[in-house]
């Protein structure tokens, strides 16, 4: 209506006297939201059950159920928080105890885990990553169903966090024959860490202390104790920690390497960082298993 007043030589008021150029742009104006509305009157038919992501859905429903028990069991389990997140906002990789997902701008893809085969199909090195001056390799990963009505589709995610992939997925990925799947340098200390820490004394816990799970995962049970054994109690930066132990070894380890300056990796071994409970210093010579 504005251009009509705007363009009134036009004589846009008066569609059959319009230039064809704005007779087609009127026509395309007036089609596209009727289309789309039809579209989504269509999708709405029997409680949405006739939408792509419903049908989606729908594959994987018991016989006395619809898509809305299927999308009920999605919501339930995304809200938890030891979901597999990563990926930017367009391209957002979500793995559960139970699904796969891939959340694009227009699409969703779902696959169950029990009937996916993950596939490694290729890599790429960059000299930097948008987040920090390291490098970074990309991995694309391959998810197909064996559910017929599932299409594939590739997901993308940093090598860094493929581990973490790895540990939420029931069944093994696989690589291509020419795919190689560098470690991250937060998983290259983690295996030095558990070495050294190895080699230290271990920590008789006292026979009235029962272990408790650790307390940075909530997965496995405590397994380290920080003791000052680098040097004598009064001696050098380390001080003496007197929490219990609540920590597993990888929790240590990764709490230990969140506290380095990444930009320096040649130090980290030789670094102190404070214990997460009590904030004593310590040193990678303090930490001691669990016996």
Request: aromatic fraction near 8%.
């Amino acid at each position: 209506m504005g251009m009509c007043f705007a363009a009134s030589e036009k004589q846009l008021y008066s569609p059959g006297q319009a230039p064809e150029a704005w007779q087609l742009f009127l026509l395309l104006a007036v089609t596209l939201p009727l289309l789309s509305c039809t579209l989504i009157y269509y999708w709405s038919w029997d409680r949405w059950t006739r939408h792509p992501l419903a049908q989606t859905l729908a594959l994987y429903a018991l016989p006395q159920s619809g898509w809305q028990a299927v999308a009920s069991s999605i919501n339930t389990e995304f809200r938890r928080i030891d979901k597999f997140a990563t990926g930017a906002p367009g391209a957002r990789v979500i793995v559960t105890d139970t699904w796969v997902m891939k959340v694009t701008t227009y699409r969703v893809h779902v696959a169950q885990q029990q009937d996916v085969h993950l596939t490694v199909t290729e890599s790429r090195q960059h000299d930097l990553s948008p987040d920090s001056n390291l490098p970074v390799q990309l991995l694309t990963i391959r998810v197909a169903s064996t559910n017929p009505g599932t299409q594939p589709f590739d997901i993308r995610l940093n090598s860094s966090e493929y581990g973490e992939l790895c540990e939420k997925l029931h069944a093994p990925i696989r690589s291509a024959a020419n795919v190689v799947i560098r470690q991250s340098l937060g998983d290259l200390f983690l295996e030095t860490f558990a070495s050294h820490v190895e080699v230290n004394p271990a920590y008789s816990v006292p026979s009235n202390q029962e272990l408790e799970a650790c307390i940075g995962c909530m997965q496995t049970r405590a397994s380290v104790k920080l003791v000052k054994t680098c040097q004598e109690p009064a001696v050098g930066e380390c001080q003496q920690c007197y929490c219990r132990p609540m920590w597993c070894l990888t929790c240590m380890g990764k709490w230990f390497a969140s506290r380095q300056d990444p930009q320096r990796p040649d130090t980290w071994l030789a670094s102190r960082v404070p214990c997460p409970t009590c904030r004593a210093r310590f040193c990678i010579l303090d930490v001691c298993c669990v016996r």
